[in-house]
């Protein structure tokens, strides 16, 4: 059953919202759910490719990104974590939206069935309570960027020095 078929008569809300009211909140969390999946995916799949660059490039005489993964490797795998942890939190904040709307939209054919009404459901969708996942995972990500920054900078800093081994190493080979 559509938004635009509910009778507003079936609204058992004190401020009896309108159905355009209520389809504009309910499309609102859904593209809070689409930003909160590619969010999550973000955070999966970027950690994974740095981690696969980084290690694709150590060996004996490592690249740059391998110097990266030899300086600062525990700074990676922290960073890694943060990341992939900010990926999970932006997912359950993605399902409790998603459950929200469920709940929203249950309450809006049958108010039973939930046992709630429309305007308490959207209160507490609303809530900060709700969204501290969404807090969290923004947290987790800074942390995360933070320990890829730290790796990648203590490299940099020594730069100078890795360029000499690099130029040393195929000096030997020439």
Same mark, same amino acid.
């Given at each position: 059953?559509?938004?635009?078929?509910?009778?507003?008569?079936?609204?058992?809300?004190?401020?009896?919202?309108?159905?355009?009211?209520?389809?504009?909140?309910?499309?609102?969390?859904?593209?809070?759910?689409?930003?909160?999946?590619?969010?999550?995916?973000?955070?999966?799949?970027?950690?994974?490719?740095?981690?696969?660059?980084?290690?694709?490039?150590?060996?004996?005489?490592?690249?740059?990104?391998?110097?990266? /993964?030899? $300086?600062?490797?525990?700074?990676?795998?922290?960073?890694?974590? =943060?990341? %992939?942890? #900010?990926? *999970?939190?932006?997912?359950?904040?993605?399902?409790?939206?998603?459950?929200?709307?469920?709940?929203?939209?249950?309450?809006?054919?049958?108010?039973?069935?939930?046992?709630?009404?429309?305007?308490?459901?959207?209160?507490?969708?609303?809530? /900060?309570? $709700?969204?501290?996942?969404?807090?969290?995972?923004?947290?987790? =990500?800074? %942390?995360? #960027?933070? *320990?890829?920054?730290?790796?990648?900078?203590?490299?940099?800093?020594?730069?100078?020095?890795?360029?000499?081994?690099?130029?040393?190493?195929?000096?030997?080979?020439?």
């Amino acid at each position: 059953m559509s938004l635009d078929s509910i009778e507003t008569s079936m609204l058992q809300t004190p401020t009896n919202y309108s159905r355009e009211d209520l389809k504009l909140y309910l499309d609102y969390v859904e593209k809070e759910m689409n930003i909160m999946g590619v969010l999550s995916a973000f955070c999966a799949l970027a950690p994974a490719l740095a981690i696969k660059e980084l290690l694709e490039n150590i060996g004996p005489s490592p690249s740059y990104l391998g110097e990266i /993964w030899n $300086t600062g490797h525990s700074f990676i795998v922290i960073a890694t974590l =943060l990341i %992939l942890a #900010a990926a *999970g939190f932006f997912y359950g904040q993605r399902s409790t939206l998603a459950w929200f709307y469920g709940q929203i939209s249950l309450a809006l054919i049958d108010p039973a069935m939930t046992g709630r009404s429309v305007q308490q459901w959207l209160r507490d969708a609303d809530s /900060w309570a $709700t969204w501290t996942r969404y807090k969290r995972s923004f947290l987790y =990500l800074t %942390l995360g #960027a933070i *320990g890829y920054s730290v790796a990648f900078g203590a490299v940099a800093f020594e730069t100078p020095k890795l360029h000499m081994n690099i130029a040393f190493r195929m000096r030997k080979h020439l």
